[in-house]
């Protein structure tokens, strides 16, 4: 929809067709755990702009409910599906944007009733009306004795996390918060991969302190029960559950485009130029389907977020109404709530990830106050920084603190040096904001820097 | 204090002589506002490292209670004078960071009883022993019926304070805070002049929310009285005050320096060059006192600010230890809370000040919300940015919110922007973290340079 506005907007003369297979269009998905959570009353408050604005007001022509099953990239013809039968679309210009659909991983059992996904608004619904059904049972229960329960009044039952992703700690967060005692199975040996152990492990700590039990190394293999899910089964553990949430990723939505000759990259996901045209042209791909070119490496990246989604839907509008724009790559950077914490990740964190990328990682993790000592509110920001031995160069970083003490608004100075390549001794020369509120003299990002560059 | 622990730490085997007119060294004169708030509850609390620690534990020997009165450069040797009579001592290298002192402003009065300003711990001491006397007696008086004490059960009493900078503002929060009725005087058209327009008057509407009275264009010219000051006058207004504080700015402590053959620059401040060394070999001068680079136009400006004193003291320590450093310059970064409010501003905001460094500039300021317009807290965020109409050059910019909703973190993008040169066009396609409690899908910072850049 990015991509049509600007499309509509740059030449209103363009004829802009949409097809979406389900009803929803231009929604917040990444605000549906607090919509289960319960901290927003309404689906439809997720939603920008509806279809009907689209429409009247957009002047775009918005087939919702319609499927495409078919593009024929030499004819120029998308073929959908609709109630109203069967539609031939042709196309000067086209733009690819199925985004990406859960993983479903291979645990047996993933069809029982009380197994959901949160992907669609769809999703979020169902969750939603489970929370509540559960929560007005839950009343009348006794409280188990488990690592949350044991602490509530209440206990609207046991529920089972599949994956320690963003989808699964907001999960947790907004299950729990409902009086579910949570338990939470990662495959790995730490939750939020992507962000590094340093940060990893300090959300960890903090689910541990609000009573989540975090399994690890917990390849969850089944999901037994009879009807209705009752044990989410790893190994040799076996937790008695009454719901199940599956958050293990998702994977580009590519069949479409692989049938039709668009070429997939070595992601998996569809391979895209600078300005998002695939091999195939006037055929363009963006968002969760498509690959993007990682700032650092400048090689092709499958990074599933709404922001770069945003950003080359909007090029691709520019682009197809005549002023040829490239958006940038992306860094991969990521922001998450857990709870009373938050936690940010850009770059290349991971020193594994960087000697695969070819350079000689260093990597350091500092604690730092927050703010000026002596000020009365305060706690205390965890800054790792990965940066490339011999030249210096921020690769990446990653930042935890308590909600509110600004992680996530710091980790905007770590997106500008990794995008621009800057060295570390650099950044840690960044004139920085500084009064006693906000931070210490020198901002946790520049102490990092400062230490990082140190062990050079 | 940082030059010293710094060379001392890089080559024990120096001999580090500090010379310190007062009694207290390395506390956060940034901190005293709150603590005359009465937030903080000791002046010992500012104190990062206390004299005793300096000397027994980082082996630096600083003596406290000595007047430096003459530098000789030929003989390379400072005069000091002590309670315990002159003392000379000769140095290889040496470090001028005399600081700043507050600017005496052209005005009948100052001498007056009741008259502050707030630069030294000794200033902070008084004022907070103004403010409990002030407070003790207040119960026992009926309100005034000014725009701040109409609201209040009792009144401390009115105050004024001359001059809208980042003292004056935060001054105005410490003493409303305390239930003073606060009068303050601006001799221009607005408050917080380095923070550009929008920024300026945000934090205005603020302050006249809070009850503090503002008055524009209003040069004060007496503050009269008897013994004590009775009123604050400012052209045909007249305001009866039991107090006032007087924050018009801080000017560089150069007369030693300049005694002694060290150049000052066109600021009026010690000139230094990369590694802060003056015209004169081997005599270094940072902090306050000396001017510093400006990363956009690399001239030399005047920004007497914490961090900056910090990042230079260091790398002359390193720089005298043996190991030549520069630690870059200054993009005027700036930040300050004002009652429920934060701003901070970086570089060249204001478009005349960009004119007159050459620039063609463009200066825009947009709203948008500081977190998912569904996310059920947030307000507002206004983003300031000026930028170089030809080349798109990221000048400087302003950001403004709620205190807590992270213009100051979010500046951090900023910094790196203007620092590195880096073009409108490419931060607008900075892939910044984003997730709902945290900002909307383009952080505010991303949506001020869509709009720059299409206006452009």
Redesign the interface.
Known sequence: MSAASKAKRDDPDLDVVVFERGEWVSY?A??LP?YVKG??QSLE??V?VTPEEFREERDIDLRTGHDVVDIDPDERVVTARGDDGTVEQPYDSLLVATGAAAVTPPIDGLEREGVYTLGSMSDGKQLREYVARARSEGDLRQPDSGPACQFLETCAGSVGVVGGG?IGVEMAEALSANGFEVHLFQRGDRILTQFGEATSEAVRDHLAERDVAVYFDAEVTELAGGEAVEAVVAGDRRVPVEMVLVGTGVRPRTELAADAGIELGPTGAIAADAYRETNVPDVYAAGDCAEAEH?VTGEPTHVP????A??HGRAVGRTVAGEPTA???????????AFEM?A???GIVDPEAAREAGFDPLTETIEANSR?????EGGTVRVTLTVDRPTGRVLGGSLASE??E?A??????L???V??G?AVD?LS???????????T???P??TAAKVVNGKR
């Open positions: 917040g990444c605000g607090y901290e927003i408050e997720l920008s963003y700032v977020l709404a922001l770069t945003n950003r958006a940038g790559g992306t860094a991969g950077t990521a922001a998450v709530k938050e940010a990740r850009t000026a000592g002596y000020y009365p909600y509110g600004g996530v608004h710091r980790s905007h100075a997106v500008g040096a995008t621009e800057v650099d020369n960044y004139d920085l904001a500084y009064a006693p509120p906000f931070n003299t020198w901002d990002v520049l």
